[in-house]
């Protein structure tokens, strides 16, 4: 293979493909603005594909996260959601999971109220927006509705006993059984991706079916891991249903999980299609702050990859992303060595206790930013006039113990790309 260096232009450069850098180039695009973006977007598929405002306040879990937001904006005032006002978080939610929905992968609007949502264990959480192929499982539960819950034959992540057995107090009409899937029932381990591709083949539905119906007996409903396909899962959904002729829903499995996969392929399948010129599975080796933009290069298979823009929103995440690193001398932003709100020390990162309800001091590390929400230097001046920043980077938060990654990643992307647009306007379809 040839390789040659290949050069990009775009009038903003998003770095990063998790839930925020999907966002980001989602508001750009319906600016109308030109996006180029690059990230390795494998932690997505870690997502259980709810999507979470504010679940926990500290003090508990919370049934109004918009009511829950106004005493974060008095608790937390650097908390990036205690930064955005009520409408704007709302348009960004509503706007995304209207996009989402567009593209094929129907979400919930967004509401008032917090729904509580099973996870792999049979427990339950708070989340504000769940795709369509879950929200059967709220109405059974509201109204006890006798209830199947199947597993199958070699598949770990996920246990109909234990859900049923977790559940049993607050659902008593849950029942399990484990059955094996079609031409995947030798006893060998299997996965539920594999699982979900193969219910893509209608036949392979059909006899699915064919399993499950004697099982159902007075079965008002059925839960399933979450397998109902990798793309079209709606349509999968919707055939299943009829097929069975009772309401079906789908329960996450562990991570990583096929919502999350959803997500990623649905995102570097259709993003590309919208005009984004998109780099997945890489990372930018280099960044270059420029006095007219900004200026990455990345190499991939076919060879060098340099991308101009007029403005750049950083969404690289913290550790598992890689937009932060912990070493024995503290955390680092690993792209521009942006300044890092952290700990004094190393014996600071962790509470003795690991449950402790106030959370572990690292897990507020992040970059700072000013109310354009670029990311500040050591003297605490922007680093650029045009870089941004949004997402899990940003300081402050505790995404995984406060129930709000979501929330965050998509109302600050919505709002970064609002100021990287006002910024580099006048560069902006010129």
């Keep these: 293979m040839i390789k040659q260096p290949r050069r990009h232009h775009a009038e903003l450069l998003v770095i990063g493909s998790g839930l925020a850098g999907m966002a980001a180039s989602l508001f750009a695009l319906e600016r109308g603005v030109s996006v180029a973006q690059v990230g390795n977007s494998g932690v997505i598929a870690f997502t259980t594909g709810y999507l979470d405002l504010l679940g926990h306040d500290g003090r508990g879990f919370v049934d109004d996260p918009w009511q829950a937001l106004a005493r ?3 608790d937390e005032p650097h908390h990036p959601l205690a930064n955005i006002i009520e409408d704007d978080i709302r348009v960004a939610l509503n706007g995304f999971t209207q996009t989402l929905t567009a593209m094929g992968l129907g979400y919930s609007a967004p509401g008032r109220n917090n729904v509580l949502a099973l996870t792999p264990a049979g427990t ?7 795709p369509l192929t879950m929200q059967p499982a709220i109405a059974a539960m509201a109204g006890n509705a006798d209830t199947l819950v199947v597993d199958f034959i070699g598949l770990n992540g ?5 859900v049923v057995a977790n559940l049993a107090q607050r659902w008593p009409g849950l029942r399990s059984q484990r059955i094996g899937f079609p ?41 399933l891991p979450a397998i109902l396909g990798v793309h079209r899962p709606d349509q999968v959904h919707r055939e299943l249903q009829s097929l ?3 309401p079906v829903f789908e329960i996450p499995t562990m991570p990583p999980a ?6 990623r392929e649905l995102f570097e399948t259709r993003l590309p299609q919208r005009g984004v010129a998109l780099e997945p599975q890489h990372r930018v080796k280099r960044l270059e702050l420029l006095s007219h933009g900004v200026r990455a290069q990345l190499e991939d298979a076919y060879g060098e990859v340099t991308i101009e823009a007029a403005a750049a929103v950083l969404a690289t995440g913290r550790f598992t992303s890689g937009g932060l690193r912990a070493d024995p001398n503290g955390i680092r932003e690993t792209l521009l060595a942006l300044p890092v709100v952290q700990p004094a020390g190393r014996a600071d990162w962790y509470r003795a206790d690991y449950f402790d309800p106030r959370g572990h001091p690292i897990n507020r590390s992040g970059v700072t930013v000013d109310e354009q929400w670029r990311p500040l230097d050591a003297s605490g001046r922007p680093a650029h006039p045009r870089l941004f920043a949004a997402g899990s980077l940003l300081a402050h938060q505790d995404w995984m113990r406060q129930r709000c990654g979501a929330g965050v990643a998509i109302a600050t992307a919505y709002k970064a790309v609002e100021c990287a647009a006002h910024a580099a306007q006048h560069n902006f379809n010129s």
């Design 244 to 246: 069975l002729g009772v």
């Design 72 to 74: 974060l904006r008095e």
């Design 258 to 263: 096929v919502p999350g996969v959803r997500l």
């Design 124 to 130: 339950l959480k708070p989340t504000l927006s769940l």
């Design 158 to 162: 996920f246990s109909a006993r234990e």
């Design 183 to 223: 031409d995947m029932d030798s006893g060998a381990e299997v996965y539920a991706e594999v699982l979900a591709r193969a219910l893509e083949v209608p036949a392979t539905r059909q006899r699915l079916a064919e399993r499950i119906a004697p099982l159902l007996g007075s079965a008002q409903a059925l839960g």
